[in-house]
């Protein structure tokens, strides 16, 4: 499968514990981007990575939530101290940007369920 | 007000109807749009995208975009019950992040 990797598929987790999902890009993508989504949503944007450096995050990313991409390969995506209002699906998503074109595509998804 | 906007459905219709989804935007930097398809508990999978505006067809699919009134569209011809799922229409500017904003999306069932 040459798809976008995303791990666990599930993760269920009490209130105050801390979580670490996994995103294996499309290998020759340069760029990875994390969205968060709830139910009856669609998808908000987090941060994105441009090979290893993180350019960009949203407001939404507070300090609990801390993402990397070392070696500008896969991603971890850790929130700590979770929180019911966490509880999502978080999405991965690998690119390759050329002549301006960007065109994102997604992992299965991580759907976090914070009791 | 978001960005884009997306009625949110539900949408019924037969089997070998024609469906016509929308979303309209606000922000005229918006050049890539795209709509993507997510079925229960999945990630979204790209459908189709177009640059600019004009008319753009695969299939069964044909998206459209009118950059004038900020107003983008799909049509599925001779829908079938595997289409039934939520489409979100997604857009992005050429330059920066190019992060995705996406419409609400709208949950579409076909029934046969």
């Known amino acids: 499968d040459t798809g976008v990797s995303q791990n666990p598929r599930h993760k269920i987790t009490k209130r105050g514990q801390n979580v670490t999902f996994r995103c294996d890009p499309i290998?020759?993508?340069?760029?990875l981007y994390w969205y968060r989504q709830t139910l009856g949503q669609g998808p908000e944007f987090l941060t994105y990575f441009q090979n290893e450096a993180q350019l960009e995050k949203s407001r939404l990313l507070s300090d609990r939530f801390s993402a990397e991409r070392p070696k500008g390969s896969f991603s971890t995506l850790e929130i700590q101290r979770t929180e019911q209002g966490d509880s999502a699906m978080y999405l991965c998503?690998?690119?390759?940007?050329?002549?301006?074109?960007?065109?994102?595509?997604f992992g299965a998804g991580t759907r976090l369920s914070v009791l | 007000q978001k960005e884009v906007e997306q009625d949110p459905g539900p949408l019924s219709v037969p089997e070998g109807a024609i469906v016509s989804l929308n979303c309209t935007y606000s922000?005229?930097?918006?050049?890539?749009f795209m709509w993507y398809r997510q079925y229960s508990r999945k990630g979204p999978e790209l459908l189709m995208y177009?640059?600019?505006?004009g008319n753009k067809e695969d299939g069964r699919f044909t998206a459209q975009v009118d950059k004038s009134s900020k107003y983008i569209s799909l049509f599925i011809r001779d829908s079938q019950p595997s289409d039934s799922a939520t489409y979100l229409c997604?857009?992005?500017?050429?330059?920066?992040?190019?992060?995705?904003?996406f419409g609400q999306g709208t949950r579409l069932t076909i029934n046969p």
């Open positions: 290998s020759e993508h340069n760029r």
């Open positions: 997604a857009m992005n500017p050429p330059q920066g992040a190019q992060k995705l904003v």
């Open positions: 177009t640059y600019s505006s």
């Open positions: 922000n005229s930097a918006f050049q890539y």
């Open positions: 998503a690998s690119s390759l940007v050329d002549r301006g074109r960007n065109i994102q595509y």
